[in-house]
């Protein structure tokens, strides 16, 4: 069988890493993240405007539209450092709404709205709905044709859940049916969704803000729409581009919680002994560091091949799969080496469990990708 397992470093990327490893850690301090918690917006909007002005919203933008003409392969290692600090912001979410107007957006749609996502815009995907299938075909919301007769204008209906920072959102791209077909739609926020018209969720990640939005009675204009032809592959592109993104984020909270977890074990003290020295504890920390180094080397496989048809997907299942159990298993351990702490809201290994749960139930856990990965490899 060919060989799914390179790993590429590219230039862009190690430098990358380093401007984020700094950004992240100084701009996201744990106090930062747990104040942030109560806040209504969950990101702090001068730490936006400060990644808009690095370019990072651009990185994965052509430069036609202003953007840096790199891939989302050097778009990882500043997800990897957001997640390993917990820097909750709509980064990855835009992100994903700019490779769905770049898969599936007519010409003028990528020339209005791509350099406005690569200066800051927030845009915003609205896909899932109220039966929680990753299968993103698999939805009710519609666009019925206004009866004028024009064909032009549509009202929609439905309701959208799990829509991140829709509240926020400068423009929200939607999945609905039009004459039975997927399609995608582009919906300004501003002017056409009312407040009134979205409810905020609760979610067991507490430093992330997602909304249902109630469609019903939202007009749109044809021009609203992408290309027809492209949306199931812009939809297929958007699903593996997010678990691309989410593996990112949770290699980096894996090492995070690890090392949260090693300096408890180097300093408590218990029967006279730092508690590091019990093999009941070194172990399964161990265990769980082996996991995620193996996990990482499937993200950067999956980075570095992410545009290769069929070796792409194939390795970036792998590594939604195998980070996953990675970090369910160390934001676990943390908890329960933690003892009674751990188990209250205060101790930050709860934050990264929490974290490590909404992963997993956004765009497939580990049982879901490995079931995919039967199909493509047998």
């Known amino acids: 069988m060919e060989n799914l397992g390179t790993i590429g470093y590219s230039e862009e990327q190690v430098e990358l890493m380093e401007v984020a490893t700094n950004f992240c850690r100084d701009k996201s301090p ?96 609205a896909l899932s709905e109220a039966n929680g299938d990753w299968d993103l075909s698999n939805i009710s919301a519609a666009a019925n044709a206004k009866p004028n007769g024009s064909g032009d204008d549509y009202i929609l209906s439905g309701e959208k859940l799990l829509v991140p920072y829709a509240a926020q959102a400068d423009i929200i791209i939607v999945s609905i049916l039009v004459d039975g077909a997927v399609r995608l739609a582009i919906i300004p926020r501003g002017d056409i969704v009312a407040d ?82 019990y093999q009941a504890l070194k172990h399964p920390i161990t265990n ?29 299942r792998m590594a939604k799969a195998t980070i996953d159990k990675a970090y369910s298993f160390a934001a676990d351990r943390a908890i329960q080496f933690h003892g009674g702490f751990g188990f209250t809201h205060d101790c930050d290994a709860q934050l990264y469990r929490r974290a490590a749960i909404w992963h997993a139930s956004q765009h497939g856990d580990a049982t879901y990708h490995r079931a995919k990965l039967a199909d493509l490899l047998f």
């Open 30 to 125: 744990m106090d930062k993240v747990r104040a942030l918690l109560d806040d209504d917006a969950g990101f702090d909007s001068a730490i936006w405007q400060e990644i808009a002005d690095l370019g990072w919203l651009a990185i994965a933008i052509p430069e036609e539209y202003e953007g840096v003409g790199l891939s989302l392969s050097e778009v990882v290692p500043i997800a990897e450092q957001m997640g390993k600090n917990l820097m909750t912001t709509p980064f990855a979410d835009v992100t994903l709404a700019a490779q769905a107007i770049l898969m599936a957006g007519s010409a003028a749609q990528k020339a209005q709205y791509l350099p406005q996502i690569a200066a800051g815009t927030l845009a915003s995907l």
């Open 288 to 316: 769980a560091y082996v996991d995620y180094e193996k996990a990482r080397s499937h993200l950067y496989s999956a980075a570095h091949c992410f545009n290769d048809q069929g070796r792409g997907e194939v390795a970036t």
């Open 196 to 277: 009134d018209a979205m409810r905020r969720e609760q979610i067991i990640d507490e430093t992330r803000r997602t909304y249902a939005v109630t469609l019903d009675g939202i007009s749109i204009g044809g021009d609203q729409l992408l290309d027809a032809d492209k949306t199931q592959a812009a939809l297929d592109h958007v699903h593996l581009a997010a678990n691309l993104l989410q593996s990112a984020e949770m290699s980096g909270g894996t090492i995070a919680v690890i090392d949260y977890t090693l300096d408890y074990l180097k300093t408590r003290k218990q029967f006279g002994k730092v508690i590091g020295e």
